[in-house]
């Protein structure tokens, strides 16, 4: 985590520090591996924060939007231009447990 993250990280309630850990986890992994690096580069040294809509990252900018998958899952994907995303569901909310 960048050190903005071990901060906010510290100051979040205990019961949703699982959750923004996963949060956080994904929106770095799609900034990464929406500049092609994937896990090559170390995910320390880029800061994307938890609500930001947006990123910058080796000059360029990211849009990140979450996909609503269902509670138990977090997913994130990175776009250089606003995503314009369609979620097409299938009739369970989730075939996970």
């Known amino acids: ?10 100051e ?3 019961e949703l520090l699982a959750r923004k850990l996963l949060e ?7 900034v990464l591996k ?3 690096l994937g896990l090559r580069q170390d995910p320390q040294g880029l800061y994307v924060g938890w ?4 990123v910058q990252f080796d000059g360029r900018k990211y849009c ?10 977090v997913g994130h994907i990175a776009s ?3 995503p314009q ?3 097409r569901r299938l009739p369970s909310e989730c075939y996970y447990s």
Not at 64 to 73: H, K, T
């Open 1 to 10: 985590m960048a050190e903005q993250e071990i901060r906010m990280f510290e």
């Open 12 to 14: 979040a309630p205990e």
């Open 24 to 30: 956080l986890w994904t929106r770095k992994e799609a």
């Open 34 to 36: 929406c500049a092609g």
């Open 51 to 54: 609500d930001a809509p947006t």
């Open 64 to 73: 990140l939007c979450q996909i609503p998958v269902c509670e138990q899952l």
């Open 80 to 82: 250089h231009d606003p």
């Open 85 to 87: 995303i369609v979620i």
